[in-house]
């Protein structure tokens, strides 16, 4: 298996599946570890968002002559399903957990 980098997420969101279609709102997503400049808007140099409503991902817009990035890729909505199942997790494990002291 292989890991290609993928956008930091400062903000978590939603995932609503709907037979074929995935819909992914509401995420925060900021630089990647490369922070390259590839993501940087040349007129603003604020970042974008890319979606690819088709198969539900989540990513940084590429703003490279080349039209391609290839220091990280989106995050799948299945990835982001996932997030969410863990972080559910932990704040129940957090709230079993009787207080200290």
Known sequence: MTY????SIFQLGK???NGASVL???WGLGMCAS???CHRNPADGQLALAEG???GTLGLACFAPSGACDCCEP???AELA???RDVAVLQSLEASEP???
């Open 4 to 7: 290609q980098q993928k956008p």
């Open 15 to 17: 995932v609503h599946e």
């Open 24 to 26: 992914v709102s509401g």
């Open 35 to 37: 922070a390259c400049r």
């Open 53 to 55: 409503s088709a198969g």
């Open 75 to 77: 995050w799948t909505s």
């Open 82 to 84: 996932a997030i969410l």
């Open 99 to 101: 207080a200290a002291g």
